[in-house]
């Protein structure tokens, strides 16, 4: 997990919650998947991981310095795109819901169904941290929650709620973390796997009814004070930091060919590696916050 990089990419997301406000102010819900940038306490439901972060010093910033599973000092991604978009709070985690009441009353507010530590691939997590939600079966929930949907709005009117919420998403990193800790492999088929499956799960959401995504792509992983020390001289480690620049062109093509291909389909592409190298060139994100011109989106067409 990229608990190095959180803070400058928590910064960099108010951004993507800037952006997306911009082109779309009439979001009725916000459906969250992805790895511990975004999740707001699945693994807390987890009992085999050690993805968690439900104890002290997490949340010591959060309202009641409460540690929630939020893999953050406060907020995280998902609350401040959730704030940004104008909600009261960031949407409660899948496994809160244990029952089919506490489902039911949620599932037209949004639901948030990442997993600390999990990935794009089903196999990422289990070797580095024990049980997580890989994205396949955080798809195959939201499926669950489609079901219950069908049964109480009919599935017309599901469908139409559906298309006009936001699928939320950032993930990619711990798939990333694993296959630079193993012996040096084939980087461009190994992106290019990483997108097709990621391309796989969108397009299930949609035919699960998902319409408008907002994707952030991978941020400088090899940043992270853990990959740092893989370089001699402290600086960030070239060869992860070259494939998370490598994933941003690759999943640009991979949504625009599934905008072509699915009709009344929308998304953003949050730049993520280019918004935190952005403020680690001058860490003065305040200003920058204010100031920048949202120009790291090329892809927005909602
Ligand atoms: C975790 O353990 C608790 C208590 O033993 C059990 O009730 C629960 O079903 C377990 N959860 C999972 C996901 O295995
Ligand atoms: C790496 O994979 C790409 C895409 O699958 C392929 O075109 C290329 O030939 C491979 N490179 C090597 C050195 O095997
Ligand atoms: C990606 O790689 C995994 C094994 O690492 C393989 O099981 C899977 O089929 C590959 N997917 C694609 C789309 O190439
Ligand atoms: C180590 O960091 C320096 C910048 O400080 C960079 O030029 C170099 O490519 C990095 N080396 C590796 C092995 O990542």
Redesign the pocket.
Known sequence: MATGALSPLLLSLCLIGLALQRVDAAINAMFVFGDSTVDVGNNNYLNDTKAKANFPHYGIDFPGSVATGRFSNGYNTADLLAQQLGFPMSPPPFLSLSTPKCLTEQMFKGINFASGGSGI???TGPLQVGEVIPMNTQVQNFATVRRQMDKLAGPAGAADFLSRSLFFISAGSNDMFEYSSKSHGNDTA?I???T??YG?HLKALYNFGARKFGIVSIPPLGCCPSQRLRNQTGGCYEMLNSLSRGFYPAIGATLQGLQSELPEMSYALGNGYEMVAYIFEDPQPLRKLFHMKINLFEDISF
């Open positions: 691939l089903d196999q190994f290019a796997n990483l097709s499956t796989k």
